[in-house]
């Protein structure tokens, strides 16, 4: 079993949809948790930190729940520059490498 | 966050042949991170490179085929040695910064790296 799993997608949505991710994490015991957005043929960067408590940021909200050891991502209003790879990312507890999941590609379409 | 930078860009090299990719940060950094992004993969750790110590390489990857400097606190060197087309991929200078309750991850553009 992979560390990190995430949906496979990809996800083709029209314009205005609510669209969600979701990730899995095999080690019980990691502490960070985050999703970043990749654009193509760019780098990966940071969309937000998972608090255990979810946290909202405009369109975007995220979620955590140890008991299943999963964390999502909901984007609402999807708007066609949310186009992008979304990869959620987990740090075990201690540890200071970040572990990625594969990525789930998503297409907003007019 | 993190301004990095790195060079080059991109490079078409032949087999057999050795390329060095620098990372450049825009502040002191205790530990910077290398990756290797396959076409259509997600990230995978190379190493990880503290000033004044070897690498910390991860499984699967060597320090004689992916040597790394760390001279300074800003700065590191990832040379992939004696190429092989397996080798193409997206090479991506990484390192952490402290943010709100958490250490958050901040990457350089990436060097595209195609062997013939």
């Known amino acids: 079993r992979k560390e990190v799993e995430q949906d496979p997608g990809p996800f083709n949505v029209p314009e205005g949809a609510t669209v969600a991710f979701n990730c899995t994490y095999s080690n019980s015991a990691s502490q960070s948790f985050f999703w970043y957005r990749q654009d193509c043929r760019k780098e990966p960067k940071l969309l937000m930190s998972v608090y255990s408590s979810g946290n909202e940021d405009g369109r975007f909200t995220a979620q955590l729940n140890r008991a299943s050891q999963y964390i999502s991502l909901l984007i609402r209003d999807s708007k066609l520059s949310d186009s992008a790879t979304y990869l959620c990312a987990v740090v075990p507890t201690g540890g200071f490498k970040t572990i990625f999941g594969a990525g789930t590609r998503l297409f907003v379409k007019a | 966050s993190a301004v990095i930078s790195q060079k080059p860009s991109r490079d078409i090299c032949q087999r057999g042949t050795s390329l060095t990719i620098q990372c450049q940060v825009d502040s002191q950094v205790t530990m910077m991170f290398w990756y290797r992004q396959q076409p259509g993969q997600s990230l995978t750790l190379i190493a990880t490179?503290?000033?004044?110590?070897?690498?910390?390489?991860e499984s699967g990857f060597v320090i004689d085929k992916f040597p790394i400097s760390r001279p300074n606190l800003t700065f590191s060197t990832l040379t992939v040695s004696n190429m092989s087309p397996e080798d193409s991929s997206i090479y991506l200078c990484s390192v952490t910064r402290p943010g709100q309750g958490a250490w958050e991850q901040y990457f350089g553009p990436g060097t595209r790296l195609t062997v013939t």
């Open positions: 490179a503290n000033q004044g110590s070897e690498a910390t390489y």
